[in-house]
Structure formats: C-alpha cells, structure tokens
C-alpha cells in the first residue's frame, strides 16, 4: 500500500484528489493539509511514500517546504502555474499536473510512481547498521521492531538485537515505507512480520508492542486499506 499526503491551500483542489483516488487501487491518503508549516510537522515524524504537493501557497511555497524535508517522498505538484514546472524537477518531482487535470492524466502520474516504487524495492533487501565499531548487513524482513532507547536504536531482529546511536528519523531514511511503520513514539514495525493486533498492542514473535493513541489510527487505516 502506497501511503499519500495531499498539501492544498484550496479546499477544492484536495477534494479532486480524493474523488480521482477513490478509482485507484493500492493508494491511502491518510492526511491532508491547507498549508507547509503543519505539513512538515507530520512529514517530520511520519514515513510517507508520496506527496501531491501544491506550489503556491501563503506564508511558506510547496518548493520552500520541500527545502526544509530532510527525508523526501515522491513528489508529484498539482499547480495552476505551469511556469514553476522547472524548478520542481530539481526536486526530482515525479510529475506535475497543471489544474485543473483529468483522471486519466492523473492516472499516468500515479503509474509513474508505482514503477519507481517498485524499481527502488526490488534493488535492496537490505542495509547496513553501525553497531559499536562494526557495521552489519541487515536484512529487512530479518527485522521484527526498532526501539528508541535514549539515544539509541536497538533493532530487533529474529537473530539477535543490534544497538546503534542514530535517530529514528535517520533509521526511518533507510527503511522501504511499504513494510515498516511508526506505531508508537518508541517503537517502529515491520508489518510482514506481525502476527496480530489486539487491545492497543501488536504481537511479533513473542513480543508485545504498544500502540500509542497519537499513532493508533495512522496504523490501523494503513493495515486496514
């Protein structure tokens, strides 16, 4: 499932990408916003696989905003200016859709980012992790959950726990958005390896993790579409 997020000072403009996205298999828009500051407040602390991004808005740009996003999404502008067009590919902007636009030229768009979606899945099962001196090659379907504690990460995996100091929004960089997600302020998942969801809390392997009220419906909307 390709989670999306729609940033939109017209109200308008993000019910058109609602109604085009109810056609459309595969794709959740889990938020949306009418402007960057409160954007990048969720952007910040969610790992999100797409963006429909409006350029023109008050107090701070989708261009500006996109400045500010160390851990940048896929990108596709919905705009009424076409002169922003070549800027927004020195963002490696996927497409950009000039309002107002058709399902059928929206659907090329969408079929732009599920093949790079897939090409960029199918290159690495894996990453690397400092452990002390040492960095190991870790298999993502290896993993179970990433903890926060202090500042560390420990990595959990079904051979044994890793420990590194880095942040989660630095973890999060390295992880495919599609299989890991964020359901609580210390613990990130790997959802092929959970086996069940029950009174706020997620079973993997013999483990009980926790799902926090400010993420609980982030999640279950997720697993759910």
Do not use: W
Request: charged share 25%.
């Amino acid at each position: 499932m390709i989670r999306a997020v729609a940033i939109d000072d017209e109200p308008k403009a993000i019910k058109v990408i609602e109604h085009h996205l109810l056609k459309i298999k595969n794709i959740d828009l889990i938020a949306h916003f009418n402007n960057a500051e409160n954007a990048l407040i969720f952007l910040k602390q969610n790992p999100i696989d797409l963006i429909f991004l409006d350029i023109n808005m008050p107090n701070k740009s989708g261009l500006e905003m996109l400045k500010e996003l160390k851990l940048k999404p896929h990108v596709i502008f919905t705009t009424a200016y076409a002169e922003f067009a070549l800027e927004s590919y020195n963002h490696d902007a996927i497409d950009y859709l000039l309002k107002p636009f058709e399902f059928e030229r929206f659907l090329i768009a969408i079929q732009k980012v599920k093949r790079r979606i897939n090409s960029q899945n199918n290159l690495n099962t894996y990453f690397f992790l400092k452990d002390g001196f040492k960095n190991f090659k870790i298999e993502y379907d290896s993993i179970l959950f990433i903890k926060g504690s202090g500042n560390y990460l420990d990595v959990v995996t079904k051979e044994k726990i890793y420990s590194s100091r880095m942040t989660f929004l630095e973890i999060i960089e390295k992880l495919p958005s599609t299989q890991f997600i964020r359901i609580h302020q210390s613990y990130i998942i790997n959802i092929k390896n959970t086996s069940k969801i029950e009174n706020n809390q997620v079973s993997i392997e013999s483990y009980k993790i926790p799902i926090s009220g400010n993420y609980k419906d982030l999640f279950l909307n997720c697993i759910n579409n």
